[in-house]
């Protein structure tokens, strides 16, 4: 390949996917049985959160504090945090209320409704999920009145709206263990943290488990989305656009894919008259590409 | 195995879906308003759904029977689809479906009395001596889950009472059981999708091996049934010529030529943006890498390429088959005049 051209505008080509598994809880003491489970470690942060990880950066936990637009900030936070992974799975940790099931009950929510707002979601639930499912309603105000079915949270609708902006619907899910029901509903006082801790204790197997459930599917994600090997210093190297990034993107993962381990057809300086640097890189990665396939590729 | 079955609220005591929920007794049930609130938002990945689609059972609305795209037909007057199920349950890897939808999820819609309603329809608008023929595995399989749906069983008794309607199941599966359980319809096309099997076996995945489905296919014809085979797309590999060649040997040494209804032939092809869905979805895959020509609008294989498979194919079929039964896409080409297909039938 020939010495690659620098005129043309700088682009800031987007990180390396890389996927990590984050979870978002409101409360301390929700955080603190998880914190010893998954040995995680505190990190400085920004904006009344705290938060912590693993000596390996693959799971993040951030408190966010109690409702929708702590949850909300919380998850934009996390995903600043973790070094904008694309492919991050998220996990929601919590108490929730539920009319019927008994407390200390581990459910992850099938659907998550938004009281406010009326938006559902629908996460794509995990294969081969062993826990029960029931449908979560986030409300603003703790309550005695309870939907029936329905587990009840103040931050479920706006961590999932949230973590979607940018993680897959497979990937971002709700984990709630029953704090109270009508026998047993809150006082007006609510719970104390020793209690809240107790019952986050009883969740934690299966918050581990789910993590680890979690991180498959996110890492095939990231291997099928990370960019090939030559893409980030030719997109710098030929000044490209956002759009002749991703076209660039798209013309590596084809030649990888048709001649493994071959050499890139040279590139040759050309008038730039005619286009712009990058412009003339992707048109003759398109005919090297074609010319090879017709000669030797088929 | 379905784990999670996704329902209209309204629907939760409609018979059919009852029937359904009933086969997948260890499926979780998940009431939604509408389906589309779960199939069609951005946030959804496509193949890791694929590992473990759920089954979304919904009501079909608006136009409920469609015209195909032209040069699809195989020899009615007037061609037509329609679309009890959206996605399938295999994972072809050149299956446009993956680039149409955001879900890999399996949409059932249970109102077939309203496609049925369609159908009449369509038939009512026919010219004197018209037929039409009414595709049913343009967006899915036909048979492949029909299991869960019922939906053979359900159509062919309809289609029976209408001969001037053609009903084509398109199936990669064997599930013939509805079929082989009935006396045969003659208006009823089976038509498998078939590829010589070293190429399916890589590429056909979740489908039955391609010897299974000309298995099939030798019942269904021993038992009477009208058969289409479809070599749609021709797939080019390595070794194509011998395994186009020795396929449609195995194809005639199973089916008798009076059996088959019809035979077509088709490139790869793909709307634009299809293609380069699947491509980012499947971005190490050398099929879909490979360079494309437009063609009438769709990205195609070369076509030099697809002319020589086309011709291979059409000289080694029996020459006790009627050319008139042989449909190539876009229509006719490579077909020589004389052996132009009969539009009328």
Redesign the interface.
């Known amino acids: 390949m020939c010495v690659p051209y620098t005129c043309g505008r700088t682009r800031q080509v987007p990180a390396v996917s890389v996927a990590t598994v984050n979870l978002v809880v409101a409360m301390g003491c929700e955080a603190a049985p998880l914190l010893r489970a998954l040995a995680l470690r505190s990190l400085p942060v920004e904006g009344g959160f705290r938060a912590w990880c693993d000596d390996a950066h693959e799971t993040f936990l951030l408190q966010a504090g109690i409702g929708r637009v702590h949850a909300a900030a919380g998850v934009a936070t996390l995903q600043e945090l973790s070094g904008h992974p694309a492919c991050s799975a998220w996990l929601n940790v919590g108490i929730a209320g539920h009319p019927e099931e008994e407390i200390g009950r581990v459910l992850v929510a099938?659907?998550v409704h938004e009281e406010a707002g009326g938006r559902?979601?629908?996460p794509?639930?995990?294969?081969?999920?062993a826990l029960g499912?029931a449908?979560l309603l986030t409300v603003d105000r703790p309550s005695k009145e309870y939907r029936p079915g329905f587990l009840h949270d103040m931050e479920g609708s706006a961590f999932m709206a949230t973590a979607?902006?940018y993680?897959?619907?497979?990937?971002?899910h709700c984990l709630k263990v029953v704090s109270d029901n009508r026998a047993q509903p809150l006082s007006t006082a609510g719970l104390s943290k020793s209690r809240v801790e107790s019952l986050l204790e009883l969740a934690v197997e299966d918050v581990v488990s789910m993590v680890a459930e979690l991180r498959v599917?996110a890492e095939?994600?990231a291997s099928?989305l990370a960019p090939p090997a030559q893409w980030q210093k030719l997109s710098e190297d030929y000044a490209c656009s956002v759009t002749q990034a991703a076209l660039l993107r798209?013309l590596l993962?084809?030649?990888?894919?048709?001649f493994p381990g071959r050499e890139l057809p040279e590139v040759k300086q050309t008038d730039s008259a005619r286009g712009s640097a990058a412009g003339e890189l992707l048109r003759q990665l398109e005919a090297g590409?074609?010319e090879m396939?017709?000669r030797d590729?088929? | 195995m379905i784990?999670?079955i996704?329902i209209e609220s309204e629907l939760l005591e409609h018979p059919r879906a009852r029937a359904v929920m009933k086969r997948l007794p260890r499926a979780?049930v998940?009431s939604?308003?509408h389906y589309g609130?779960?199939f069609n938002?951005h946030?959804?990945?496509f193949?890791?759904?694929k590992?473990?689609p759920?089954l979304l059972i919904a009501r079909k609305r608006g136009r409920m029977v469609l015209p195909v795209p032209p040069g699809s037909g195989i020899g009615a007057e007037q061609d037509f689809y329609f679309s009890h199920l959206l996605n399938c349950p295999y994972d072809c890897r050149y299956c446009f479906l993956q680039g149409s939808y955001n879900s890999a999820g399996l949409v059932l819609f249970v109102n077939y009395e309203d496609f049925m309603t369609a159908v009449d329809e369509r038939i009512g608008e026919l010219g004197d001596g018209e037929r039409a023929c009414f595709f049913s595995g343009y967006d899915g399989d036909s048979l492949a889950l029909d299991a869960v749906t019922g939906f053979a069983g359900e159509f062919l008794s309809f289609f029976e009472q209408r001969p001037r309607a053609w009903l084509e199941l398109r199936t990669r599966s064997v599930n013939t059981a509805a079929l082989l359980a009935r006396e045969p319809i003659d208006n009823c096309i089976v038509a498998f999708s078939l590829s010589p099997p070293a190429v399916a076996d890589r590429l056909d995945i979740g489908a039955p091996p391609v010897r299974s489905r000309l298995k099939a296919m030798a019942g269904l014809a021993r038992a009477g049934w009208k058969l289409g085979a479809r070599l749609d797309p021709l797939l080019?590999h390595d070794g194509w010529e011998q395994g186009y060649t020795q396929l449609i040997a195995d194809l005639f040494a199973c089916v008798p030529t009076s059996s088959l209804h019809s035979l077509s032939l088709g490139p790869l092809r793909f709307p634009p943006k299809v293609l380069?869905k699947m491509?980012?979805?499947h971005?190490?895959?050398?099929l879909?890498?490979?360079?494309t020509e437009e063609w009438l609008g769709a990205r195609v294989t070369p076509r030099d390429?697809h002319e020589q498979m086309q011709r291979l194919c059409l000289e080694a079929l029996p020459a006790s088959l009627d050319k008139s039964r042989v449909f190539c896409w876009p229509a006719n080409e490579g077909v020589t005049s004389e052996e132009q297909p009969r539009l009328a039938v």
């Not at chain 1, 993680?167 to 971002?172: A, D, N, P, Y």
């Not at chain 2, 879909?288 to 360079?291: M, T, V």
């Open positions: 099938e659907s559902v979601h629908y794509a639930l995990p294969a081969g999920l499912t449908p979607l902006r993680s897959s619907t497979e990937l971002v599917p095939q994600r099928r798209r993962q084809r030649w990888n894919a048709l590409l074609d396939w017709q590729g088929q | 784990e999670t996704y979780r998940v939604c308003d609130e779960v938002p946030a959804q990945d193949r890791l759904q590992e473990n759920a080019f380069e491509r980012r979805l971005p190490t895959d050398p879909l890498a490979a360079p390429i």
